[in-house]
């Protein structure tokens, strides 16, 4: 089974920038789709951002559009989430699995806290 290290998280002030990083381990194909989730306190995990790795059709959800950017690097087997114009609310864990039907098997997350 592909399992995921995330990496690139930390403290940040509003306004500001971060770039995530995700490594697969095992295979991934260009048909897969690859997405970064966050999970806030209290709250469930959701999906923030979704890619194709052949093409790199993208999906953001609403409260990121505009603001944040995701990519890959196939050949790395890696995926980015580039993070700007954080806001306190964009504060969470984030994850990155399979962007349609993602697999058990979660890393343990990079924290993201946007405050002043």
């Known amino acids: 089974q592909v399992q995921f290290v995330e990496s690139g998280g930390g403290l940040v002030q509003p306004g500001g920038s971060l770039r995530l990083s995700c490594a697969a381990s095992g295979s991934i194909f260009s048909t897969d789709t690859m997405g970064w989730y966050r999970q806030a306190p209290g709250n469930q995990r959701d999906l923030v951002a979704r890619?194709?790795?052949?093409?790199?059709?993208?999906y953001y959800v609403d409260s990121v559009k505009g603001r944040f950017t995701i990519s890959r690097d196939n050949a790395k087997k890696t995926v980015y989430l580039q993070m700007n114009s954080l806001k306190p609310e964009d504060t969470a864990v984030y994850y990155c699995?399979?962007?349609?039907?993602?697999?058990?098997?979660w890393g343990q997350g990079t924290q993201v806290t946007v405050s002043s």
């Open positions: 699995n399979y962007g349609i039907s993602p697999n058990a098997f």
């Open positions: 890619i194709l790795m052949s093409g790199g059709s993208t």
